[in-house]
């Protein structure tokens, strides 16, 4: 059995669709594209997909995760040509690498988001940053189904800067529009309960009174290990890679696709 590990992009109107909504887009890409799908045992079988740390619904991405079993070998790069071809465009397939290695979920350490926040200024944005960086604990609330819970919000960011739109880099992201507006730049560690960049702009508005006329649009620029030497966030699929290209003969051919670079955060 093959496994071939996929990296996927939720871009434009595409971000609002639901986790269930891409698994049903994507399983008709698995039987358009023909691939050859190991299957789980049972009365309903299912194709053996797993996903990986999903960006929530309304949510942007360029760095989604998700690896496949067949039960035939197929080469990444051709694989990942068909089944990007059999997506809606925004649901795009943009990497593909056999896996060779274990523990792809426990990589996807950290994340580096963008939120664009049409309305505010790069010097109100900084300043209510700043305040932030500065707190020690950002206790913000949200709803879950057994009520309200109450969490710090600081402690898993690791860094938060703010940015004029022009003088983001060039990394492809989900930004609507094109006035001037403040970005804010952050790093996040993925920990338990999971801080997500809303409950960082739920921070940001009770220690610093920001509050964008109106919502945040939200890109994922990169998940995976975090370097704690560089401050970047680097490629989950790299270990798989190097594991390629050490044994290029073992199975099928290895990768497809550029390799992710490393987004920077610095604290």
Known sequence: MQRIRLRYTKRGRLRFTSHRDFQRAFERALRRAEVPMAYSAGFTPHPKVSYANAAPTGTGSEAEYLEIAL???RDPGTLRELLDESMPHGLDIVDAVEARTSGLADRLAASVWELR???VTAEEAARAAEVFRAAETVEVQRRTKNGMRTFDARGAVVS?????????????ADRPGDRACAILRLVVRHVTPAVRPDDVLSGLRAVADLAPPVPAAVTRLAQGPFDEETGTVTDPLAPDREAVQATPHAGAAGSAAAKVPAVEGSA
């Open 71 to 73: 039960t035939a070998p």
């Open 160 to 172: 938060l800067e703010a940015h004029e739109a022009a003088r983001i880099s060039d990394v492809p």
């Open 117 to 119: 926040l049409d309305g």
